[in-house]
Every structure is written in C-alpha cells, then in structure tokens.
T-cell receptor, first 115, second 111 residues
Framework: KQEVTQIPAALSVPEGENLVLNCSFT??????LQWFRQDPGKGLTSLLL?????REQTSGRLNASLDKSSGRSTLYIAASQPGDSATYLC??????????????FGKGTHLIIQP | EAQVTQNPRYLITVTGKKLTVTCSQN?????MSWYRQDPGLGLRQIYY???????DKGDVPEGYKVSRKEKRNFPLILESPSPNQTSLYFC??????????FGPGTRLTVL
C-alpha cells in the first residue's frame, strides 16, 4: 500500500528565505504527484501537478521536482513571504486498481513565514 | 467560475439521524471523490466515482453511501451517523488523470 511521508512536519523561517519541503512515497509506480496548499479552515488549493514522465514543474516562485526511482519529490519556494504561511500537502496517484484516480496524501508540512 | 461546491459547510447532528452532504461541480469532470480529514490521520478517500452510475469504495467507506445519477453531482450520505464520523469532509473532482479540484469542506459534528 502506498505511503506518503512529508518532512519536516513543521517549519518556521524568516521572510525572504528560500526553502525546500520534502515528500517521499513508498511505491514508485505512480501516475502523478500533486502539491497542495491548505489554509486554516479552508479547502485545498492545487499548486503544481507533475506527471510521472516529468521531472519538474514551475509556477511563479514555486518549483516542484520528481524523482520517481527514489520515491521523492521536493517543493522549492523562493523568496518566501508571510502570505506563504499554510500547510503544504503532497499527494500521489497510483495506476489503476482499487482507488483508481484517488490520491494518497502525506500529513503535510505546516509552514510559518515570520515577517 | 469553475468550482466545486459543498453544502452544508457546517453541520451538527445527533447519532442516528440520516444526513446528506451535497457536492456539485461545474467543470464537466468525469471523476469525483469524497475525502475525510482528521488530525493525525491526514486526508483519506471515502468513495469515488469514475463517471455517472460508476462508484467504488476508497480506503474508509464504512458508514457512508454515495450516488452518481448526474455528472455534476456526487452526494455523500450517512444513513446512521456516529460520533466517529465527526470530521472535515472534502469533495473533489477532476478529468481522469488531471488536477484534482477540491471543494471548501464540510465540518460535521455528530453528538
């Protein structure tokens, strides 16, 4: 069964720093990997989707990489801002079978950017 | 505006009283799914649907029912709610293999 782990569970850094969030998964036969942001009491907002054939995706100050063979993904946030404070969730989708197109989530990294 | 909507957003009920949480999407997505989010356990899939009249169990289906009679709607039904179903519930939709879009969540408390 696929398991997704996110390290660290919590992170607090000063504004302006570049930072890296880590995600690892146990089964490398994934269909894609998605990074989400969740604000307190709110829903999930999709940040980046990386298909299994891709190595990275970029959106603004965010860059996500995928290394399927090692079961790892990183989310790089450049020049962090207080508005980036949120919980970041990594989720993988495996190939068909039970739960096809369902996502397996990590427990998230709670990020605080200090002004 | 493309969106997934859920109703109600907040619900307090008592054990055994049947309830339905509605989910609707306006993006013509084939795939819809329900998740629950609990502290320390993260997000777990309850049920999903690949298309109209096609549904299947996720990781934690016990105590829940779903139906998919129309493409845009995917209601979650709790026939006899129990306190262990107190949770934050999310509906999501996507094209098959595409980005999943989540609704705003329904916070359910079962007393």
């Amino acid at each position: 069964k696929q398991e997704v782990t996110q390290i660290p569970a919590a992170l607090s850094v000063p504004e302006g720093e570049n930072l890296v969030l880590n995600c690892s998964f146990t089964d490398s036969a994934i269909y894609n990997l998605q990074w989400f942001r969740q604000d307190p009491g709110k829903g999930l907002t999709s940040l980046l989707l990386i298909q299994s054939s891709q190595r990275e995706q970029t959106s603004g100050r965010l860059n996500a990489s995928l290394d399927k063979s090692s079961g790892r993904s990183t989310l790089y946030i450049a020049a962090s801002q207080p508005g980036d404070s949120a919980t970041y969730l990594c989720a993988v989708k495996v190939y068909s079978g039970g739960g096809a197109d369902g996502l397996t989530f990590g427990k998230g990294t709670h990020l605080i950017i200090q002004p | 505006e493309a969106q997934v909507t859920q109703n109600p957003r907040y619900l307090i009920t008592v054990t055994g009283k049947k309830l339905t949480v509605t989910c609707s999407q306006n993006m013509n997505h084939e795939y819809m799914s329900w998740y629950r989010q609990d502290p320390g356990l993260g997000l777990r899939q309850i049920y999903y649907s690949m298309n109209v009249e096609v549904t299947d169990k996720g990781d934690v289906p016990e105590g829940y029912k779903v139906s998919r009679k129309e493409k845009r709607n995917f209601p979650l039904i709790l026939e006899s709610p129990s306190p262990n179903q107190t949770s934050l519930y999310f509906c999501a939709s996507s094209f098959l293999g595409g980005t999943q879009y989540f609704g705003p969540g329904t916070r359910l408390t079962v007393l």
